[in-house]
């Protein structure tokens, strides 16, 4: 056999096991924690205006990466509650596992007297 048709066989071995790995599926990960804030909503990364009262949130950066999760749902747990956000945006300061909530959002699981809480969350 000649070289060029042992790297013919070894790309097309790397190329079929490539394909066979299963992938990922972002919506069946779930157990991320973080901390939960809240911020004032507006035009956000995901290029769609969004007000405070609407169950929006700013994922963090780290997770974000280039836009790929706008539109994702997530379901958010604090200390009073539960609520399920539209990604709208992302958080430059979070840290990775932490959401930027709307303030009607985050009302829903915390006081906005904390300011910032415990949360954990997962896609819905």
């Not at 999760?69 to 990604?87: M, N």
């Not at 596992?97 to 007297?113: M, T, V």
Request: with cysteine.
């Amino acid at each position: 056999m000649h070289a060029s048709q042992y790297l013919v066989l070894l790309l097309t071995f790397v190329v079929s096991c490539v394909l066979a790995a299963p992938a990922v599926d972002i919506q069946r990960r779930s157990g991320y924690s973080g901390d939960g804030t809240f911020y004032t909503v507006g035009l956000g990364s995901c290029g769609k205006t969004n007000s405070d009262s609407q169950m929006v949130a700013a994922l963090n950066a780290p997770q974000m990466g280039d836009n790929k999760y706008c539109g994702k749902s997530a379901t958010v747990t604090g200390p009073k509650g539960e609520v399920t956000v539209k990604i709208v945006d992302t958080c430059p300061e979070c840290d990775s596992g932490d959401l930027d909530l709307s303030p009607a959002a985050f009302d829903k699981i915390g006081s906005e007297s904390a300011g910032r809480i415990k949360i954990s969350w997962n896609w819905a």
